[in-house]
C-alpha cells in the first residue's frame, strides 16, 4: 500500500486491521459480546475458566491444568514480576516458536501461559508470608479460588464472587492496545510467553491498565466529606479529568460497569453507596457542562469499587486486570497464528533530507 500522507490515521485510530470472530464493542448499543455472547448473560453464571474457554475454544468446559509456579523474580510489585517471569517459562518448558507448532500445540501453550501467570500474581502478591498448604490449592474447586488461596490462604465466598465477576467482564475487549500487541508479537511467531510478556507491557500504562486505582481517592474523598457534588465540582473546577468516566470507543454506558455495579451492590459492598452518590454527580455535572459529549461510567469506576471490596490494594489492581486479560490474549494469539500474517505498518518519513556522516553533529 502506498505510504501517503492520505492514509496516516494518528494512533491507528478506527483503522480495521484484522477480522476478528472474538469479539467486538457494540459502541453505540453499549453492549460486549464474547464470541456472541452477551457479558450480562455471563457475569455471576459462568466463571472465568469457561470464559476463557469460550473465548479460546469458541465452547464451555475445558480446564487449566492446575499450576502453582513462583515468579523468578521478586521486585515487590506483582506485575513487574509476572512480566519479567513470563519469558522463561519458554525455555523452562521447551515451548517452541509459534512459527513452528501445531495449533493444538499452541493451544495448550496458551493455557500453560495462563495458568502461569495466575500463579505467579497470586505467589508475588503473598509475598513473604508462609506458604500455603498444598492440600488448601489442591483443594480449591475453580482457577479463581485456586488464585485466591494461592495468594491469601482462605478467601470469602464474597471475595471469589466479586473477583470471577470483575475477571468475567475484563477477559475480552477487542483491539485494546495490549491485545493488539499480543497479535503484533504473535505475528513475527514468536513463541507464546513472549507474546503474553509483551502484552503484559502495553497493559502497564495508566491509559490502558492504571486507571482503577486512581478512582479510589475520589470515593474516599466523597466518604469523608458526604458531598458528592462538591468532589465533583472541586475535580471539574480545576479542569481535571473525572477517573472512570468518558470512553475512546462507547458513547453508551460502558457494558461492564454495568455488571459490575450491579454486582457491587448484590454484594453489599461498603463502598457501595459512596460510589453510587459519585457516579450519579458525575452524570449529572458532565451532562450539564458538556451537553454536546456524552461521557458516561467506564469500566475503570466499578472495577476499583470491586476490587477493593475484595481487599486487592490499590497497586495491585493492574495485575489483576493482567489476570483477566489472559483469557483474550489467549484467543486472539491463536486467531493470529491460523492468520498467520506479519502486522507491519508503516510511517511516513518526516526526518531529514539524504545526507552525508560529514553533516550530522558529532562526527569526526
Ligand atoms: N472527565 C472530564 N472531562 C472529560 C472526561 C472525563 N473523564 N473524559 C472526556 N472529557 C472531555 C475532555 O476534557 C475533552 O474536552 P474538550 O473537548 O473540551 O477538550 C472531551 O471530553 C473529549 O476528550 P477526549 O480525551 O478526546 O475523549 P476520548 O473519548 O478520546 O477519551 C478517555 C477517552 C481517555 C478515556 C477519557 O474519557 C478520559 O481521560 N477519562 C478519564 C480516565 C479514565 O477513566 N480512563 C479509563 C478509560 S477505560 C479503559 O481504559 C479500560
Known amino acids: 500500500m502506498a505510504t501517503t500522507n492520505d492514509s496516516f490515521v494518528p494512533g491507528l485510530e478506527g483503522v480495521v486491521a484484522f477480522h476478528s470472530a472474538i469479539a467486538e464493542p457494540d459502541k453505540d448499543g453499549g453492549a460486549l459480546r464474547y464470541r456472541g455472547v452477551n457479558i450480562d448473560d455471563l457475569v455471576g453464571r459462568v466463571g472465568f475458566e469457561d470464559v476463557w474457554s469460550l473465548l479460546v475454544d469458541d465452547a464451555f468446559g475445558a480446564r487449566l491444568p492446575v499450576d502453582i509456579s513462583f515468579p523468578a523474580f521478586s521486585s515487590g510489585d506483582v506485575r513487574v514480576d509476572v512480566q519479567?517471569?513470563?519469558?522463561?517459562l519458554a525455555p523452562a518448558r521447551g515451548f517452541g516458536p509459534l512459527l513452528d507448532i501445531t495449533d493444538e500445540q499452541a493451544r495448550d501453550h496458551l493455557a500453560q501461559t495462563t495458568s502461569a501467570t495466575l500463579a505467579y500474581a497470586a505467589r508475588s502478591a503473598r509475598g513473604d508470608r508462609p506458604e500455603v498448604p498444598q492440600s488448601m490449592i489442591d483443594g480449591a474447586p475453580t482457577?479463581?479460588?485456586r488464585f485466591l488461596t494461592m495468594w491469601l490462604g482462605e478467601p470469602t465466598p464474597e471475595q471469589v464472587r466479586a473477583i470471577d465477576a470483575y475477571w468475567v467482564s475484563a477477559a475480552e475487549h477487542g483491539m485494546n492496545a495490549s491485545t493488539f500487541t499480543a497479535r503484533v508479537v504473535a505475528s513475527t511467531g514468536a513463541d507464546v510467553p513472549a507474546c503474553f510478556a509483551g502484552a503484559v507491557g502495553s497493559m502497564s500504562g495508566p491509559l490502558h491498565g492504571g486507571a482503577p486505582a486512581r478512582v479510589l481517592p475520589m470515593i474516599e474523598q466523597t466518604e469523608r466529606t458526604g458531598d458528592a457534588a462538591a468532589v465533583v465540582k472541586g475535580i471539574l473546577d480545576r479542569h481535571e479529568r473525572l477517573m472512570g468516566f468518558g470512553?475512546?470507543?462507547y458513547r453508551a454506558e460502558d457494558p461492564r460497569a454495568r455488571v459490575l455495579r450491579r454486582t457491587c451492590q448484590e454484594l453489599n459492598a461498603p463502598r457501595y453507596e459512596a460510589a453510587a452518590a459519585l457516579e450519579q454527580a458525575a452524570l449529572t455535572e458532565l451532562?450539564?457542562?458538556?451537553p454536546d459529549r456524552p461521557i458516561e461510567t467506564n469500566v475503570e469506576f466499578w472495577a476499583a469499587v470491586i476490587l477493593d471490596f475484595a481487599g486487592v490494594p490499590a497497586p495491585m489492581m493492574p495485575?489483576?486486570?493482567?489476570?483477566?486479560?489472559?483469557?483474550?490474549?489467549?484467543?486472539h494469539i491463536l486467531e493470529q497464528k491460523r492468520l498467520g500474517r506479519l502486522v507491519r505498518p508503516a510511517a511516513v518519513y518526516n526526518g531529514h533530507p539524504p545526507r552525508t556522516p560529514e553533516n550530522v553533529v558529532g562526527f569526526g
Open 319 to 331: 495485575a489483576m486486570f493482567t489476570c483477566a486479560r489472559t483469557a483474550g490474549w489467549s484467543a
Open 287 to 290: 451532562r450539564e457542562r458538556r
Open 143 to 145: 482457577v479463581v479460588e
Open 247 to 249: 470512553h475512546r470507543v
Open 84 to 88: 519479567a517471569s513470563l519469558p522463561l
